[in-house]
């Protein structure tokens, strides 16, 4: 799958993606002269992709790897990373050692996502040339940012190699030497890799100030601040960057995130979410953050909270299976009942969390309690009714392998304080239907919730069961995913966890049961920074003491 990698330091081949100013240059021998392809470079320093087109045709003066090359900048500058790839790897058979044309091949590699022919590029890289600051740099990059090839402390101490060179490859001037600013970018990534957040910090506030407050230094500084723990320097950070840059969404979702978390902010949320919601009214992560501002402005908005059903009742519609909606909306009515409204609220609560349960939600402390009570009324209620047989039944034994009908036949036995004969249910949906994958997916949550049929293995095999089948979704859609990282986590598969739950993460950034499973899972494979990073981005949008406590145990596993 194609992406578009983040800044990384690339030297021209950043400057060309992102039309970023950062200088570049070529001292790589007689067979690749700088000099010759400094039009095609200095056009698109300029921004002027028409020009650099231009000039890349122009190819009297240039020998094959200089032409190959200047075609490479162009399809890099046009997101062609496909051309771009094929090209530079011509430039590089003719001049191998030529620094331009490697940059361009690995940046193209990273942007197709063929992270493992990366990870070798640079190893060869590092060997062919050790004492290229150039090549060190862009190393120290990978190895803090990579998410499949990550090492902190190798890009440590690369970065520290470049502080005892005695003299640069590409000296100040020429159009690939690093400056200060691009060496800062690296040394940030690499502090917020290893854990070191006030050495970031310092690192973007330079950034920033040197920028003259560009918003995207900015945004670097609010999330040093943040994760440094200044919450009001990085509030402060990152409204500047979103009030300079009003079409970033990520900057003022996470600006909302802290204010939603900062007593007596609740009206600039209000505000802010107001806004967001008008410039994005079908994102989801949008929509929430408007939900979550409208409950903590009661005060403000008397009919807030019913403004918030109504937001996750119409984000249930879309996806019956929203942990976070799911779970927000049954501590919203649950509360309200505590003030004394009807009592259907309770019902409604009910169902929300069992199929929060069900989807693979956590029962935690704040929810222990309320679930238990809500269990019991369940089953006083079904006690009451004096009924032997569940009204359930008869739609399960008329197709027993009917997904649904077995779920909720299963969910009413539950109810009933009946787990051994929900698990028979189970057993016989399968049986009925071993190639329907709601059948195998029922099993799999099953066997994953607590009970006396309890089996992370038994739960993995059937997910493996479901992926086998002839059609299954490819890779797994996120319930599923979400589903086998438990599943691995418990089994103890620690790092086939880690990487589900960055597969989680990547689909969606502020879930908290993502962030925890990922913080789990890193910490039980000795990236104690990495689970700290998402522990605070966990604790940053709920506040739990279960969350705070593997905080403190991550901090002492770092200190050791």
Same mark, same amino acid.
């Given at each position: 799958m194609k992406r578009i990698v983040p800044l990384v330091l690339l030297v021209v081949a950043v400057a060309v993606l992102m039309f970023r100013d950062t200088g570049g240059g070529e001292t790589a021998g007689p067979r690749f002269r700088a000099e010759r392809v400094a039009a095609v470079e200095l056009a698109l320093k300029k921004r002027d992709l028409g020009g650099a087109r231009r000039a890349s045709e122009a190819t009297g003066a240039m020998n094959d790897a200089e032409a190959a090359y200047a075609r490479s900048l162009v399809a890099t500058a046009s997101g062609d990373f496909e051309r771009a790839l094929e090209e530079a790897r011509v430039a590089r058979r003719t001049a191998p050692r030529a620094w331009r044309p490697l940059s361009i091949e690995i940046l193209a590699l990273s942007s197709l996502g063929r992270d493992t022919e990366v990870a070798a590029l640079i190893r060869e890289a590092l060997a062919a040339s050790p004492d290229d600051e150039r090549v060190l740099a862009m190393a120290a990059q990978h190895f803090a940012g990579s998410p499949t090839d990550r090492d902190p402390r190798r890009a440590l101490e690369l970065l520290e190699h470049i502080d005892d060179l005695p003299a640069r490859r590409a000296p100040a001037g020429d159009l690939t030497a690093i400056d200060e600013q691009a060496l800062l970018r690296v040394r940030y990534t690499v502090a917020m890799a290893t854990g070191a957040y006030e050495t970031a910090l310092a690192a973007a506030r330079e950034m920033a100030a040197a920028s003259g407050d560009n918003p995207a230094a900015l945004a670097l500084e609010g999330e040093a601040a943040r994760r440094a723990g200044d919450v009001a320097g990085a509030i402060d950070a990152y409204r500047r960057a979103a009030d300079a840059a009003p079409g970033v969404r990520p900057w003022h979702e996470n600006l909302v995130l802290l204010l939603l978390a900062t007593p007596g902010a609740e009206k600039e949320a209000l505000e802010r979410t107001s806004k967001l919601l008008r410039a994005w009214p079908t994102e989801r992560s949008v929509r929430v953050l408007r939900a979550r501002a409208l409950v903590r402005s009661e005060k403000l908005i008397a009919d807030g909270p019913d403004r918030a059903v109504t937001i996750y009742r119409g984000l249930l519609k879309e996806n019956p299976d929203d942990l976070e909606v799911l779970r927000n909306l049954a501590v919203l009515l649950y509360d309200w009942k505590q003030g004394g409204i009807d009592g259907d609220y309770l019902d409604?609560? /009910?169902?929300?969390?069992? =199929? /929060?349960?069900?989807?693979?939600?956590?029962?935690? &402390? =704040?929810?222990?309690?309320?679930?238990?009570? #809500?269990? &019991?009324?369940? =089953?006083?209620? @079904? @006690?009451?009714?004096?009924?032997?047989? #569940?009204?359930?039944?008869?739609?399960?034994?008329? &197709?027993?392998?009917?997904?649904?009908?077995?779920?909720? /036949?299963?969910? @009413?036995?539950?109810?009933?304080?009946?787990?051994?004969d929900a698990g028979l249910v189970v057993r016989r949906a399968l049986e009925a239907a071993p190639d329907d994958p709601g059948v195998r997916a029922l099993a799999a949550r099953h066997f994953l919730a607590a009970g006396p049929d309890y089996d992370a293995l038994a739960a993995l095999r059937e997910l493996d069961a479901l992926a086998a089948l002839p059609g299954a979704e490819q890779p797994l859609g996120e319930p599923l995913l979400w589903l086998r990282c438990r599943a691995l986590l418990q089994a103890r598969r620690f790092s086939e966890a880690l990487s589900a739950a960055q597969q989680l993460l990547a689909l969606r950034p502020s879930a908290v049961p993502y962030l925890e499973s990922a913080a789990r899972a890193a910490l039980a494979t000795g990236r104690a920074a990495d689970a700290e990073r998402w522990l605070r981005d966990a604790l940053s949008i709920e506040d739990r003491p279960e969350l705070r406590q593997l905080l403190e145990r991550t901090r002492g596993t770092k200190k050791q």
């Open positions: 409604d609560t /009910y169902a929300l969390l069992r =199929r /929060y349960v069900l989807c693979g939600g956590v029962i935690d &402390d =704040r929810l222990g309690s309320t679930w238990q009570a #809500l269990r &019991d009324r369940a =089953r006083e209620a @079904a @006690a009451s009714r004096g009924a032997t047989e #569940l009204p359930q039944r008869a739609a399960f034994e008329a &197709d027993p392998g009917d997904a649904v009908a077995a779920e909720e /036949y299963r969910g @009413a036995l539950l109810d009933a304080g009946r787990p051994e």
